[in-house]
């Protein structure tokens, strides 16, 4: 009878001491910060789309920043978000022109990595330790796949 009494207060309490008011706040925060990031990622995925190569010798500052995800911590929901928007970005870009482009650039910037502490508070972000250069040609496999995919259903 005692454990009954017990667990039925410790309903009671617990739903009348929940903080479910302070999290819908939280929710419209992160809505609007998704919505901030949609229209910031689709920003860069339809300029570098739209990015012609042909004749220059140069390819976009983007594929350079390799420091891309913690630069624009703002979009993040949380301190926990694993997003990477370096992968998010070019997940959007089907300019396959500038994407080749990229990979046959030979800089060693496009190989650069985030040098990641052993120990880490956080943790890391699961595309964080990948260069652009392996995010560029793990997107160019992706295209060739769908390419493929798309030509053997016809």
Known sequence: MKKIIFILLTAIFSVGYSQQDSVKPLKDHSLKILEKREAFINK????????NIDGKNEIPVFFFE????REHGEYLISINDETSFRKLIIDKIDNVQLLRAVLLYKD??????????????YGIK???????????????????N?????????
Do not use: G
């Open 146 to 154: 769908q390419y493929h995919s798309n030509s053997n259903s016809n």
């Open 66 to 69: 390799y420091n891309f995800d």
């Open 44 to 51: 860069y995925s339809d300029s570098l789309n739209k990015y």
């Open 108 to 121: 060693k910037r496009l190989k650069k990595t985030i040098k990641i502490p052993k120990k880490t508070i």
């Open 126 to 144: 699961p595309f964080q330790r990948y260069s652009t250069y392996e995010l560029v040609r793990y997107r160019v496999e992706e295209l060739i």
